[in-house]
């Protein structure tokens, strides 16, 4: 199976785990990489939505997002007061325990975290979800010599 490249991430290690388990997916299911990349992103949008509507949606085993109140007090330091709730995830239990009982922390993904939320904290960014994911698949589709998404 041939590894295809994730637009928009970095060229460090922490790109490599979203492109292995791509790999993964595809060759556990057998469908290809261009499928699974569709159905994920499709997913993604899906949760990005209901999120949106103020739903909170479970992953059976893996755990739970919900669009949580943001405290007046941090919306009172914020510049942008219009912003009401954040998406949270609280992992399952299941999920909680295997990776404790995994290959255990490592000091670059405090870094990679740390630079996600500066990247990201207080973002005025437009860009959707659906415009990221959708330009995602049209660049996987690219890659893999397929018209469309």
């Known amino acids: 199976m041939s590894m295809i490249r994730i637009p928009y991430l970095s060229k460090a290690a922490d790109r490599e785990s979203l492109q292995r388990c791509l790999d993964i997916s595809a060759e556990r299911s057998g469908v290809g990489a261009d499928g699974?990349?569709?159905?994920?992103?499709?997913?993604?949008e899906a949760v990005a939505d209901e999120l949106t509507r103020g739903r909170a949606v479970r992953i059976p085993?893996?755990?739970?997002?919900?669009?949580?109140?943001?405290?007046?007090r941090h919306?009172?330091?914020s510049r942008d007061l219009t912003h009401r709730c954040r998406p949270?995830?609280?992992?399952?239990?299941?999920?909680r325990a295997q990776v404790a009982l995994g290959a255990g922390p490592n000091p670059e993904n405090i870094r990679i975290?740390?630079?996600?939320?500066?990247?990201?904290?207080?973002?005025?960014?437009t860009r959707r979800v659906f415009?990221?994911?959708q330009?995602?698949?049209q660049q996987v589709a690219a890659q893999l010599g397929r018209a469309g998404a």
Not at 36 to 44: D, N, Q
Not at 88 to 95: D, E, K, N
């Open 88 to 95: 949270v995830f609280s992992p399952s239990r299941g999920l």
């Open 36 to 44: 699974v990349v569709r159905v994920m992103t499709l997913f993604l």
């Open 75 to 77: 919306r009172r330091m």
């Open 61 to 72: 085993g893996f755990g739970v997002f919900v669009p949580a109140p943001i405290p007046e």
């Open 113 to 125: 975290l740390k630079r996600h939320r500066s990247n990201h904290a207080n973002s005025t960014g």
């Open 135 to 137: 330009a995602l698949r």
């Open 131 to 133: 415009s990221a994911m």
